[in-house]
């Protein structure tokens, strides 16, 4: 039987790697930590009355993983022995795909999904357009988007959004395959 | 003045809450699998903004009425929607031209919001216009591909453009509400508004081989004061049913 010593106070580089073992609810493949989900640890206050702040953030609004995911957080720290644990959402600055993680990335992409290229900047629309009134364009093909089966570039977008609002639905010329594409955000 | 912000957080909540109501009602429905996936995944977007601004209308209040209150338990004359997001579905091209109606306006509305005095609002407004950007890209291109499409979908698009254009004139009329928050900094000036999004709809119309209506026709008004057409109590007693019949029902 796996016993664990609780300890009052774990160090935080501890419960960072608690964390890192919560796999995203839709996700299973990658962890909150390499979404970029978890935003900062602390303790507060010292001794018994020690509280973990755990701050996460949403991916999308609406993402119904969220609330799944803060049951996660909490259950992680209490199962390890922790009692004080505090979880705060914050929503500003907005999560981007640009804090996901190397490993993160390859882990998604050993999953079937076509990882996030480039930064999430390029994906607005220039106010500059606006002003002229140009029309908003579907975006390009994200440059050096290969298949996640068989490595092909001749890859054509079937839908903007996919299976969930971070993903796109792509299909590949070559193999066939359709695959999901974790939209750059 | 906390009323003055209330009823604004009223509006941008309940656009996005009666708007995101409608586009669940094709969910089973649309005309192809991806079509499907696409309106309930910008339903989906919509929802959580809605939350987002819903419960911070809540705070703001001060009664500890809490998000799901705001939806489940207003009556029409209380929700201060827009009167074209209220509109039925009707066929894919009316539901189309809606949604790109809406999503041009709220990018532009959101992109102001970020710079706003009030830092809650500006968070949202800076969360929320990434997830719009996705919309109106979306919605811009079909409006493109269907109105310069077959004379069938060109004729179904000219149709729901003429017929929707009566409700985009609210859209850019400020009342008192907008004029308070205006001042304060919260809020925008929506009249400033109209010019970029005439600019933006003439050149995506055009390219979509539909005509523009007159940006001078006579318009609709009173959603954002509580004054709605017949259509948003049918859709507010499908979507508030379990919250009537067994008050306080949980998950």
């Known amino acids: 039987m796996n016993t664990v010593t609780p300890v009052a106070t774990p160090s935080i580089e501890q419960i960072w790697s608690w964390l890192a073992e919560v796999e995203d609810p839709e996700i299973p493949a990658i962890s909150i930590v390499d979404l970029g989900i978890v935003r900062d640890v602390q303790w507060l206050g010292s001794g018994d009355a020690a509280e973990c702040l755990v701050t996460i953030t949403p991916t999308y609004s609406g993402c119904p993983a969220t609330a799944v995911i803060a049951r996660s957080v909490v259950g992680a720290l209490t199962s390890r022995g922790m009692s004080h644990v505090r979880l705060e959402t914050r929503i500003a600055p907005p999560w981007t795909t640009d804090w996901m993680s190397e490993d993160g990335r390859r882990k998604l992409h050993d999953y079937g999904i076509a990882p996030p290229l480039g930064l999430a900047a390029t994906q607005s629309i220039a106010p500059s357009d606006i002003g002229r009134g140009v029309r908003p364009a579907m975006q390009a093909q994200p440059s050096g988007l290969a298949c996640p089966q068989c490595g092909s570039t001749q890859v054509r977008l079937t839908s903007q959004f996919g299976s969930t609002p971070c993903k796109a639905l792509y299909v590949c010329e070559t193999c066939k395959e359709p695959f999901d594409y974790f939209k750059c955000h | 003045m906390i009323d003055d912000k209330f009823d604004y957080l009223l509006r941008l909540g309940d656009n996005a809450l009666v708007l995101s109501q409608r586009l669940t009602e094709w969910v089973g429905k649309g005309p192809a699998l991806e079509e499907d996936m696409a309106l309930a995944n910008t339903a989906l977007d919509l929802i959580g903004q809605a939350r987002l601004w819903l419960g911070y209308a809540g705070e703001v209040e001060g009664l500890g009425r809490t998000e799901n209150q705001l939806a489940f338990l207003r009556d029409a004359h209380d929700f201060r929607n827009l009167l074209l997001v209220e509109q039925p579905n009707g066929g894919y091209a009316d539901t189309l031209v809606r949604q790109y109606f809406f999503d041009s306006w709220h990018h532009l509305l959101l992109d102001e919001l970020t710079r706003s005095a009030d830092p ?32 069938e979908s060109h004729r179904r698009m000219q149709a729901a453009v003429d017929d929707l254009w009566i409700y985009t004139g609210e859209m850019f009329q400020p009342d008192a509400v907008d004029e308070v928050l205006e001042a304060q900094g919260v809020a925008t000036d929506v009249a400033a508004l109209r010019e970029p999004w005439l600019a933006q709809v003439r050149h995506t119309l055009a390219e979509a081989t539909l005509t523009m209506p007159s940006p001078e026709a006579w318009m609709q008004k009173g959603g954002k004061q509580g004054r709605h057409g017949e259509h948003l109590g049918f859709l507010l007693a499908e979507m508030q049913f379990l919250q009537r019949a067994y008050p306080g029902a949980q998950w």
Do not use: N
Request: overall charge positive; charged content about 35%.
């Open chain 2, 120 to 151: 809650r609002i500006a968070g949202i407004a800076e969360k929320a216009i990434k997830e719009v950007t996705y919309h109106l890209r979306r919605s811009a291109d079909l409006v493109v591909r269907l109105g310069d499409g077959t004379d």
